[in-house]
């Protein structure tokens, strides 16, 4: 059994829901990265900081507390005891969210958090550097992928459930300038630990990959 396992992946390839089911069926603890940046994101904008102004950035940082509570099943983000798991899927915080992770502080402040909390317990972390950078002793680590179309009309179709009115052309742009910047950044890029388990997820069902890795995670290879 993996107790410790990763997985990472480009923009809507499926991570959040494979890692928040599968980690479900194993009785894990699910950490959502992304919505650790997202927060910081959101603060930032809120608190209208120039986040390219680097001591003002410093300063925001120390204020900043983060940390995540079951609620219905769920895993949910607060931010300074709010409660935020809406608001950083703002468009908004969608524009500015990977200009923020590629900063170098920002990208330290959350890699301690990250590694104290997935080594706390049994856990599935999700992001884009977590086999890579932060977990890199991870006993299982997945890289999930989809095609570019594929993951756009998935993010697309999610956001207009949650009635937010958006083109499907200007979420694929959204999902590929992200891609980009998250692959070309020189701190922490995203791409697949050499060790990791490489799946596409485009032709197979949220529950194929569930069960499909669910078994990876109990196989005793
Ligand atoms: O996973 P999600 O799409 O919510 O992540 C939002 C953004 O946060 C990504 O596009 C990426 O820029 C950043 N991120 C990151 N490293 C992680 C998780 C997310 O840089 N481990």
Redesign the pocket.
């Known amino acids: 059994m993996k107790s410790l396992i990763t997985i ?1 992946g480009p ?1 809507g390839a499926g ?2 829901t494979v890692a928040h089911l599968l980690a479900k069926k194993l009785s894990y603890l699910y950490i ?7 927060a910081i994101t959101y603060y930032l904008i809120k608190q209208g900081i120039d986040y390219g102004d680097s001591e003002a950035l410093k300063q925001a940082l120390e204020k900043i507390d983060l940390h995540f509570q079951v609620i219905d099943g769920a895993s949910v983000i607060f931010l300074n005891g709010k409660r935020c798991d809406e608001e950083i899927r703002q468009t908004m915080v969608n524009q500015h ?2 200009p923020v ?1 590629k900063i170098v502080a920002v ?1 330290l402040f959350l890699k301690k958090k990250q590694r104290d909390l997935a080594q706390s317990t049994s856990s599935v972390t ?5 086999g890579t950078v ?1 977990l890199p002793d991870a006993d299982l680590k997945i890289f999930l992928t989809a095609r570019p179309e594929i993951r756009a009309q998935r993010r697309w179709k999610e956001l207009k459930e949650k009635g937010i009115d958006i083109s499907y052309s200007d979420v694929l742009g959204n999902v590929i300038e ?1 891609d980009t ?2 692959s070309t950044r020189s701190e ?1 890029p ?1 791409r697949p630990a050499d060790d990791a388990l490489m799946v596409d997820t485009s032709d197979m069902s949220i529950e194929e990959v569930v069960n499909f890795l669910y078994q990876k995670a109990v196989d005793d290879e």
């Open positions: 990472d923009a991570k959040s959502d990265t992304g919505a650790m940046y997202r969210v990977s992770a990208r999700e992001g884009r550097d977590i932060v992200r910047i998250d922490a995203l």
